[in-house]
Antibody
């Protein structure tokens, strides 16, 4: 079965770039059937979608973060990555990677999630 | 951006009772609405998609309804493992947004 695992630094300094990787096991990231997303959740708060990528086409980003976020895919490593620049304390959150599955011709859902990784922005 | 508003923020019920959770969209999302369950320290889990379709492996006590701007998640008879936070989620113009969540806790 497909599993996702986030990795990266747990502490990032203000104004620097947050970089995380999601490793996909049990399946190929190269399938055109899936998109791969990043979602974050500040402590005690709700979920915020950051963006998505797949092997064809350009990534889609949340407009609220578009100028700071970059999501890329590395098919050779079966991984996809998140970079968030110019971070502040407001970017402190649990970051999840998730697979997006088309359950119908018009509907996609987040069907498989990583366990999440906590990132704190602090000097 | 479509905003999803969930109510109530907290719902206190006992095992065996019926739970009714609401999600209202700021504009129509047709039936493009999903529900997720999140337990402490865990990632969310997909329950319902397209407003009323149960995801694979989800028990029949979970049901969803609604269209347009008003949606409901119903748990017919609460089991101890159902006490968690529930989020609704929509997609519009390739922007995905979530509601702020309803916490279902044990009375």
């Amino acid at each position: 079965q497909v599993q996702l695992q986030e990795s990266g630094p747990g502490l990032v300094k203000p104004s620097e770039t947050l970089s995380l990787t999601c490793s996909v096991s049990g399946g190929s990231i190269s399938s055109r059937s899936y998109y791969w997303s990043w979602i974050r959740q500040p402590a005690g708060k709700g979920l915020e979608w950051l963006g998505r990528v797949n092997v064809i086409g350009s990534p889609d980003y949340n407009p609220s973060l578009k100028s700071r976020v970059t999501i890329s895919i590395d098919t050779s490593k079966n991984q996809f990555s998140l970079k968030l620049s110019s971070v502040t304390a407001a970017d402190t959150a649990v970051y999840y990677c998730a697979r997006m599955l088309w359950v119908t011709a018009t509907t996609d859902v987040f069907d498989i999630w990583g366990q999440g990784t906590m990132v704190t922005v602090s000097s | 951006e479509i905003v999803l508003t969930q109510s109530p923020a907290t719902l206190s019920l006992s095992p065996g009772e019926r739970a009714t959770l609401s999600c209202r969209a700021s504009q129509s999302v047709r039936t493009y609405l999903a529900w997720y369950q999140q337990k402490p320290g865990q990632a969310p889990r997909l329950l319902i998609y397209d407003a009323s379709n149960r995801a694979t492996g989800i028990p029949a006590r979970f049901s969803g309804s609604g269209s347009g701007t008003d949606f409901t998640l119903t748990i017919s008879s609460l089991e101890p493992e159902d006490f968690a936070v529930y989020y609704c989620q929509q997609r519009s113009n390739w922007l995905y947004t979530f509601g702020q969540g309803t916490k279902l806790d044990i009375k």
